[in-house]
Every structure is written in structure tokens, then in C-alpha cells.
């Protein structure tokens, strides 16, 4: 069945630094890749999404890149603040989305 | 700016009863969707709806689950006859279009007793 991999788990950077995380699907005609941020005990908020017509799209310190052929994409966090950490669900899908894990991201100081 | 809006925030039920989540999705959109999100878990669709019918659904949307827009505003996801494995995190989630952004509520939080 479709599904979303996502890698890693859990993720530690120091504040500054980048950070990347990566996801990989199993359904080819998935065309819409979301990003949400949870934080704890809250609803998650889309971040940035990517259609499968484009390779890439970048919003301010945030960047998506999509690899249709291989199936995978990834998010990339540059000069990362405290208020970065968070869990972060890669999607995809068309209709519904098919979630990965979560990433949970700590911003060390 | 415009909010999907989920009722109540917490229920606590005992097994075998039934439940009946609220969602009012954000007013013009035209898709609705329920997921669910076990404590420490990954977010797992359950239903999408339009057009006043289920579009797609996942294995977890058994015959115990099901879903209504009983008027212009409301969307609602009833669970007949609650299991154990029931208790999560319930949100509901509006779009305007197929494969435009989704926005997510700010969930149930259901435990079954």
C-alpha cells in the first residue's frame, strides 16, 4: 500500500546550524508533498508544500526539493532559531495525505 | 485570519458508547478530511470528503466510523461503539481544492475507558 518514510527520527542541531530531513514514497502518482510543524499539543501547521511539477521551492530559511524519479524529498531548516524545535511530518499524496513518522527536531543552544 | 474549529476539546467516554466529534472547516473550502494521531504517533488519515460524499478512506474508517455534513457549517465524525484502541488525538482538516493546503483544526483529544 502507499506509504511515507521519513528519516531521521529524531534530529539534534546546534542553533545556527542546518538541518535536513528526508522522506521517501511509495505511491507514483502522489502529487502534492506538504510540510507540517507540530508542537507539542498542538494542531500541525503547514510550513511549506511542493508540487510535483517543480524540483524545488523555498520560503525565507525554509527549503523543499523534490525528486520525482526517485521518489524523495526533503526539507531543509538553514540558520536554525530555538523556536525551530518542533516535530516536523512529511506528507504525500493527492486527496489524502500519507504522513511519515516525524521528525522531532532539537535546536541545541 | 479564517480557522477550522473542533468541539469539544477532550472527551472521555467509556467503551462501547458512542462518540460524535465536531469540525466546523473554514467556510468557503470544499474538502474536509479527519485524521487521527495516537499519542506519540504519526498523524493517519481516516476520510476525505466532498461534494457530500466520502471520497476516499483509509482501513482504520471501519463500519464503526462515519461521517455527515448535517448543514452548511458542520462536519462531524461518529464513532457507533468506541474500542480501547479508539483514544487519540482527532483532527479535522479543510482545503479548498483538491491538493491545496490542508488546515488542520485544533483536535479532540478522545480516551475511551
Known amino acids: 500500500g502507499e506509504n511515507v518514510e521519513q528519516h531521521p527520527s529524531t534530529l539534534s542541531v546546534q542553533e545556527g546550524d542546518s538541518a535536513v530531513i528526508k522522506c521517501t514514497y511509495s505511491?507514483?502518482?502522489?502529487?502534492?508533498f506538504p510540510w507540517y510543524k507540530q508542537e507539542l499539543g498542538k494542531r500541525p501547521q503547514l510550513i511549506i508544500d511542493i508540487r510535483s511539477n517543480v524540483g524545488e521551492k523555498k520560503d525565507q530559511r525554509i527549503a523543499v526539493t523534490l525528486n520525482k524519479t526517485a521518489k524523495h524529498f526533503s526539507l531543509h531548516i538553514t540558520e536554525t532559531q530555538p523556536e525551530d524545535s518542533a516535530v516536523y511530518f512529511c506528507?504525500?499524496?493527492?486527496?489524502?495525505?500519507?504522513f511519515g513518522k516525524g521528525t522531532r527536531l532539537h535546536i541545541l543552544p | 485570519e479564517p480557522e477550522v474549529t473542533q468541539t469539544p476539546s477532550h472527551q472521555v467516554t467509556q467503551m462501547g458508547q458512542e462518540v460524535i466529534l465536531r469540525c466546523v472547516p473554514i467556510s468557503n473550502h470544499l474538502y474536509f478530511y479527519w485524521y487521527r494521531q495516537i499519542l506519540g504517533q504519526k498523524v493517519e488519515f481516516l476520510v476525505s470528503f466532498y461534494n457530500n460524499e466520502i471520497s476516499e478512506k483509509s482501513e482504520i474508517f471501519d463500519d464503526q466510523f462515519s461521517v455527515e455534513r448535517p448543514d452548511g457549517s458542520n462536519f462531524t465524525l461518529k464513532i457507533r461503539s468506541t474500542k480501547l484502541e479508539d483514544s487519540a488525538m482527532y483532527f479535522c482538516a479543510s482545503s479548498l481544492l483538491e491538493q491545496e493546503t490542508q488546515y488542520f483544526g485544533p483536535g479532540t483529544r478522545l480516551l475511551v475507558l
Open positions: 505511491d507514483s502518482a502522489s502529487n502534492y
Open positions: 506528507g504525500g499524496g493527492d486527496d489524502k495525505i500519507i
